[in-house]
C-alpha cells in the first residue's frame, strides 16, 4: 500500500485519488477555457471550441468531441446547477495520466465547472483601475496563443500587482513590446481608434478580443492590430483590459498617467448587445 504525506501526514494513495497522477496537476499538461453564462446560456460557444480544439492539437493531446457535443455539455451543466442567469464556467482538458515528462499515452479527460456570477450581463467598473508594469517579461514556454493549465507568468505577475496594490499589472515581451495583463487582453483608445497588440507579438487570443475584432467595426469601430509599447499608453486617451467573463473594464491610471472612461460605457452596451444577439441566434 503507497503511503504519501501531505502537508506533512501521511495518508494512503488512494486518498488523493486522481490528483496525484494528473498530468496537468504533475507538469501543467492541459488546455483550459474560461466562458461567460449570461441568461443561463454559454457566450460564444463555437468560439471556446475552436481555441480548445487548437490547443489540443498543439499538445498532441487527443479528446474527440464534436462542437454539438460540447455545446450539450455546456447547457447540460448549467441545467444540473439551475443556473438562470450569470456565471463562469470552466472547461478543463489534461492528457491522461501515465509516465513522466514522456506521456504513456496521448488520450484525454475533460473536467467542466460552473460558478453563478452577478450580475447577469458585462458592467462598467465604476472606479478605473489602476495598472503597473510587471517585471515579469512574457516568454512563449511552448506557444504563446495555447491556453494551457501552466499560467505560472500570469501568476507571478497578478501577485506582483498586489503586492504594489495595483489592480493589474501589463506584461511585455523581451524587446519591450505591450503584450496583455495579468488576465486580460488590452485595447487602447487614441484618437478614435481602438488599438491592440498583435497575436504575433505573443499575446493570448482571448475570446472577448476575437469578438471585437469580428464584429464591432460593423458598429462603426475603427480597430487596428499593432504593435504597442510605453509611448502609447502615455498617448492613450483611453485604455481597456478585455476577458471573456468580465467583458469591459476601464483603467483610471498607469504610472502618472490618468485617462478617462468617455467611450467606455458606450461600448460595454455594445457588447451586451453582440452578447444579446449572439444567444438569440443560438
Known amino acids: 500500500m503507497e503511503l ?4 506533512g501526514e ?6 488523493m485519488g486522481d490528483l496525484a497522477q494528473n498530468r496537468s496537476f504533475l507538469y501543467g499538461d492541459g488546455v483550459f477555457e474560461s466562458i461567460r453564462v449570461m441568461y443561463g446560456q454559454a457566450l460564444w460557444p463555437s468560439f471556446h471550441f475552436e481555441r480548445l480544439q487548437y ?7 487527443h479528446y474527440h468531441q464534436t462542437q454539438l457535443q ?3 455539455r455546456l447547457q447540460k451543466l448549467i441545467e444540473l446547477n439551475k443556473i438562470h442567469g450569470g456565471a463562469r464556467l470552466r472547461v478543463h482538458v489534461w492528457r491522461r495520466a501515465g509516465g513522466l515528462y514522456r506521456p ?3 488520450g484525454g479527460m475533460q473536467l467542466m465547472q460552473i460558478t453563478a456570477l452577478e450580475p447577469n450581463e458585462f458592467v462598467l467598473n465604476a472606479k478605473g483601475l489602476q495598472l503597473g ?5 512574457k516568454q512563449a514556454l511552448f506557444q504563446p496563443d495555447v491556453k494551457t493549465t501552466n499560467a505560472l507568468q500570469y501568476v507571478l505577475a497578478a501577485r506582483e500587482a498586489k503586492a504594489a496594490n495595483w489592480d493589474d499589472a501589463f506584461l511585455y515581451h523581451s524587446e519591450g513590446g505591450l503584450l496583455e495583463s495579468s488576465s486580460s487582453n488590452v485595447f487602447i483608445l487614441k484618437q478614435g481608434v481602438l488599438l491592440t497588440p498583435r497575436l504575433e507579438d505573443g499575446c493570448l487570443p482571448g475570446i472577448l478580443r476575437r ?3 469580428e464584429k464591432l467595426p460593423a458598429l462603426g469601430y475603427k480597430i487596428k492590430e499593432q504593435l504597442l509599447a510605453h509611448n502609447d499608453l502615455q498617448t492613450a486617451d483611453e485604455v481597456y483590459l478585455t476577458n471573456a467573463i ?3 473594464r476601464w483603467v483610471g491610471g498607469w504610472r502618472t498617467k490618468r485617462y478617462f472612461k468617455k467611450q467606455a460605457s458606450i461600448l460595454v452596451d455594445d457588447l451586451n448587445q453582440l452578447a444579446l444577439q449572439s444567444l438569440t441566434q443560438a
Not at 4 to 7: R, S
Open 70 to 72: 460540447f455545446e450539450q
Open 211 to 213: 469578438v471585437m475584432m
Open 246 to 248: 468580465s467583458g469591459l
Open 104 to 106: 504513456e499515452n496521448d
Open 10 to 15: 501521511g495518508i494512503k494513495a488512494q486518498e
Open 4 to 7: 504519501m504525506l501531505l502537508d
Open 55 to 61: 490547443g489540443l492539437k498543439q499538445l498532441g493531446i
Open 133 to 137: 508594469d510587471s517585471k515579469i517579461i
